[in-house]
């Protein structure tokens, strides 16, 4: 198991054998600390286990609170206040700093957990509390014990002691802040756009929410801005409070779109979880996507898809042009490589790419898949293959793959995933002897410099006729496709190339 900061007072367990109803106790002899990996590896003389043997160590132990919002932290609850409430920040590796654990997105566990408090606050978990009884011995204190969780990863365990007011949305959701900020109608907005957003989610995937409530909570000073912890989410002040009284397009797209990003985690990063950081664009590129999806069909008036090509598309472009960039799925190694993975490239590219996969597959045909992925993967572990998959399979039942000139969807894909950088794709018409073609060649595009082949990407190209009165400026399905260095595309006089700004992660000249 890994831990960081935390000092072990106590080891005791049993062990029971496959096929056997009786329990042996452990018999620890040696512990073993690897200060590089967190890791700890705990040596028994017991004869060896084998498959099926259930092992139940027992721990004491003592964590100590970190000063800098990760882990188990502790923050004033307001800044009038010098009273203190506790959260947790467990992405990416903290909750190693709070208890013992396998902390890595694919040991997935049920958890039964127990917060002591004294009498006058409220504690907040992942599941709601079954029960409270008084902590023996201490006069004033409370033991809040939460239901059992869904198999879950530890990054997205969380709990919350706070004295904060509530308003409730529809079905199970509840917006945590101060009285003062309750009372001043700030929550309102929010418990709103919670709500829908759910609501929207389960019936865009046909997929519902699995847990039985959802708590959001203004966290003071928090320094991630928002976190997906399954059913208890925390955000800073600006990405979930909003003063309606005096409007702001810019302020009020923060919240919904910082909401709707955490929500769509519920399914894409909570309930399917990528495998191991270094395809972290499972979860983020999709959240990035869906909460788009979901403001396109809640908040219109915000115009989401534009503001995702000036703010997301565009500007990863310019991050992705650069010698420094790096393929969206290349490898982890380190916590520092963890770190690294939270950026641009992951949220922005992540997102650019799925929005490709729509323009190749359909809006209809992309959730279709999608809803087989959430499906079919449910409380499991995923690596991209697994959605170019299912994916790929929605494409074949739609007719909408293979295309010509593609044929496997999951190799095609990786062209964008398993590589650093975009192309620069040239355009030509040309016409000779009264017969017209589009020639269309792509370069590696990276540090302002153009002409390098040494990498290629599979692209999508679309085009329409000018002649004609019907053309379908919203189609984006692809009328052929570059694989190679250049492609030459049969074409009428009045042609044209039709790259719309779909977030295809390709430059364009």
């Not at 929010?190 to 019936?203: L, M, P, Y």
Request: negative net charge; aromatic residues 12%; proline residues 4%.
């Amino acid at each position: 198991f890994q831990m960081n900061g935390l000092d072990i007072k106590h080891l005791n367990g049993t062990a029971t054998r496959q096929n056997s109803s009786t329990t042996e106790l452990l018999d620890f002899h040696m512990i073993y600390y690897n200060l590089q990996e967190d890791l700890v590896i705990l040596f028994a003389l017991n004869p060896l286990f084998d498959i099926g043997d259930i092992i139940e160590p027992e721990i004491d132990f003592e964590a100590n609170v970190h000063p800098h919002g990760f882990g188990l932290y502790k923050e004033n609850c307001d800044e009038k206040s010098e009273k203190y409430c506790w959260f947790t920040q467990f992405e990416s590796v903290g909750a190693r700093e709070a208890f013992p654990c396998h902390d890595e997105p694919s040991a997935k566990a049920t958890f039964d957990i127990r917060v002591a408090r004294t009498e006058g606050w409220r504690t907040l978990g992942n599941m709601p509390i079954a029960r409270s009884e008084p902590v023996e011995g201490m006069d004033g204190w409370v033991w809040d014990i939460f239901e059992t969780t869904p198999k879950m990863s530890t990054y997205t365990m969380a709990f919350a002691i706070q004295d904060f007011e509530f308003v409730s949305g529809s079905g199970n959701m509840t917006v945590w802040a101060t009285k003062e900020l309750i009372d001043a109608g700030y929550a309102d907005y929010a418990s709103i756009v919670g709500s829908d957003s759910i609501k929207f989610i389960e019936e865009l995937f046909g997929v519902k929410y699995t847990l039985s409530k959802m708590d959001m909570v203004h966290a003071p000073n928090f320094a991630a801005g928002a976190m997906e912890n399954w059913g208890l989410v925390l955000y800073e002040y600006d990405y979930l409070l909003y003063d309606q009284s005096n409007p702001n397009d810019n302020k009020k797209w923060d919240v919904f779109d910082t909401i709707a990003h955490e929500l769509a985690h519920q399914w894409f990063g909570n309930l399917v979880t990528m495998q191991w950081w270094d395809q972290l664009w499972l979860n983020e590129g999709f959240a990035t996507y869906v909460s788009h999806v979901v403001g396109a069909g809640l908040e219109p008036s915000l115009n989401p898809w534009d503001r995702f090509v000036a703010e997301d598309m565009l500007y990863v472009v310019m991050e992705d042009s650069t010698s420094e960039s790096w393929a969206i799925s290349n490898p982890v190694v380190s916590n520092e490589d963890i770190d690294r993975k939270f950026g641009w490239i992951t949220y922005d590219k992540g997102g650019s790419l799925i929005r490709m996969m729509e323009s190749i597959l359909g809006f209809d045909t992309l959730i279709k898949g999608l809803s087989s992925y959430l499906n079919n993967m449910a409380f499991m572990n995923t690596v991209e293959e697994d959605l170019f998959l299912h994916l790929e399979a929605a494409g074949l039942l739609d007719g909408k793959w293979p295309q010509d000139g593609v044929e496997d969807f999951t190799e095609t894909m990786k062209t964008w995933t398993q590589q650093a950088g975009l192309p620069l794709v040239t355009v030509k018409k040309i016409t000779e002897n009264g017969n017209t073609v589009v020639e269309a060649s792509q370069t590696w595009y990276k540090d302002g410099v153009v002409g390098s082949t040494d990498q290629l990407w599979d692209i999508p190209l679309t085009m329409v006729d000018l002649s004609k009165d019907d053309n379908d400026w919203d189609e984006t399905t692809p009328k052929a496709w570059l694989t190679d260095t250049r492609v030459e595309i049969e074409a009428s006089e009045n042609s044209i190339p039709s790259f719309k700004q779909e977030g295809c992660g390709a430059t364009i000249a």
